[in-house]
């Protein structure tokens, strides 16, 4: 079951990650550590998967007009996501950064601590880790958080943000939808529908809750 992180535990997170530097005074942990700050941050606030973030070629990261393109994503689909302007200054800081530090533009736009390499999936999986188990929504949390749960959180938070704003959720959905790299809307009704603050706000206006979570018959209970 997709796990959604509220506000409250979204900036604890990020407050984790940002007053945690290294301990050590070698550039490539600072580097790394500065990496981590702004990877997570694209992640949530792109609904990116953990591998797309990864992934990101530097020649892809159009932040001029700020739209990345992603390829070959899961599916073997591609697609644009377009960023906001305050993400799009973010990357675009993290750019010049990375080309003082090495000396020249990667080609990664997250390079891990060889160069050559992209930062790695299971990698950002234990720093995610990490950060989390130092924030006090740790220790009364029973569900272990991933990385993942920064796209559930971009799903909720942009869904109910639009739905506040008075904007058709059926019209909206397969914009959703398409900028996640779904194939079908009912993968991102998947993401909604499994959090039960999200259910709250939407539940007198969904018309397709039946398609995703059909009601239990009474020989089913």
Same mark, same amino acid.
Not at 34 to 51: A, D, K, M, P
Not at 57 to 70: F, K, N, T, Y
């Given at each position: 079951?997709?796990?959604?992180? $509220?506000?409250?535990?979204?900036?604890?997170?990020?407050?984790?990650?940002?007053?945690?530097?290294?301990?050590?005074?070698?550039?490539?942990?600072?580097? *790394?550590?500065?990496?981590?700050? %702004?990877?997570?941050?694209?992640?949530?606030?792109?609904?990116?998967?953990? /591998?797309?973030?990864?992934?990101?070629?530097?020649?892809?990261? $159009?932040?001029?007009?700020? %739209?990345?393109?992603?390829?070959?994503?899961?599916?073997?689909?591609?697609?644009?996501?377009?960023? /906001?302007?305050?993400?799009?200054? *973010?990357?675009?800081?993290?750019?010049?950064?990375?080309?003082?530090?090495?000396?020249?533009?990667?080609?990664?736009?997250?390079?891990?601590? $060889?160069?050559?390499?992209?930062?790695?999936?299971?990698?950002? $999986?234990?720093?995610?880790?990490?950060?989390?188990?130092?924030?006090?929504?740790?220790?009364?949390?029973?569900?272990?958080?991933?990385?993942?749960?920064?796209?559930?959180?971009? %799903?909720?938070?942009?869904?109910?943000?639009?739905?506040?704003?008075?904007?058709?959720?059926?019209? *909206?959905?397969?914009?959703?939808?398409?900028?996640?790299?779904?194939?079908?809307?009912?993968?991102?009704?998947?993401?909604?529908?499994?959090? /039960?603050?999200?259910?709250?706000?939407?539940?007198?206006?969904?018309?397709?809750?039946?398609?995703?979570?059909?009601?239990?018959?009474?020989?089913?209970?």
């Amino acid at each position: 079951v997709p796990h959604f992180l $509220d506000n409250g535990e979204l900036r604890a997170f990020f407050r984790s990650l940002d007053e945690n530097p290294p301990r050590v005074k070698h550039l490539y942990a600072w580097r *790394m550590w500065n990496t981590y700050r %702004v990877i997570f941050r694209l992640i949530y606030s792109c609904g990116l998967r953990n /591998s797309e973030a990864c992934c990101l070629r530097a020649e892809d990261a $159009d932040l001029e007009q700020g %739209v990345p393109s992603i390829y070959h994503s899961k599916g073997d689909k591609d697609r644009l996501v377009y960023l /906001s302007e305050g993400t799009a200054e *973010m990357l675009s800081r993290y750019k010049e950064y990375i080309l003082g530090i090495l000396g020249y533009v990667p080609f990664w736009f997250f390079p891990s601590r $060889d160069p050559q390499k992209h930062v790695h999936k299971a990698t950002l $999986d234990s720093r995610f880790n990490k950060a989390w188990m130092r924030t006090s929504y740790a220790s009364s949390e029973g569900k272990k958080q991933t990385v993942h749960c920064l796209r559930h959180s971009f %799903v909720v938070h942009r869904m109910n943000a639009w739905i506040k704003e008075g904007l058709s959720y059926d019209q *909206m959905l397969p914009y959703l939808s398409r900028y996640l790299g779904h194939s079908c809307i009912q993968e991102s009704l998947y993401y909604y529908h499994q959090v /039960s603050e999200a259910f709250k706000i939407i539940h007198d206006r969904d018309k397709t809750s039946n398609i995703v979570i059909p009601e239990v018959k009474e020989n089913e209970e």
